[in-house]
Nanobody, 121 residues
Framework: VQLQACGGGLVQTGGSLRLACTAS??????YGWFRQVPGKEREFVSA????????YYSDFARGRFTISRGNAENTVYLQMNNLKPEDTAVYSC?????????????????WGQGTQVTVSS
């Protein structure tokens, strides 16, 4: 089982990025995005239930970020708009076969490598 995240990069304040997470090896019922900066705990960004499509957002992501299912099986996107310097972090995707615990790191069994997002002021 592998989760592959990509799409990070360097953008200016107000810019946009789209992150993608592709799973291989099995299907999952939920996907989540988390981010982390050095010295701080990993924090929840957004999540989606694969079957029903219900979405979840942190307060800082709501209204600026959009999580969605891709046309390709087991691919999830995170569209990030109006990025701010405080969004700078390593973003990681996670997945699990069971539902619930969408906003918690312990709610996920599989984690992909992170992708760096840097927003310059």
């Amino acid at each position: 089982v592998q989760l592959q995240a990509c799409g990070g990069g360097l953008v200016q304040t107000g810019g946009s990025l789209r992150l993608a997470c592709t799973a291989s090896g099995r299907t999952f019922n939920k996907y989540g995005w988390f981010r982390q900066v050095p010295g701080k705990e990993r924090e929840f960004v957004s999540a989606i239930n694969w079957t029903g499509g219900r979405t979840y957002y942190s307060d800082f992501a709501r209204g600026r970020f959009t999580i969605s299912r891709g046309n390709a099986e087991n691919t999830v996107y995170l569209q990030m708009n109006n990025l701010k310097p405080e969004d700078t972090a390593v973003y990681s995707c996670a997945a699990a076969t069971w539902v619930g615990g969408y906003t918690e790191t312990r709610g996920y069994d599989y984690w992909g490598q992170g992708t760096q997002v840097t927003v310059s002021s």
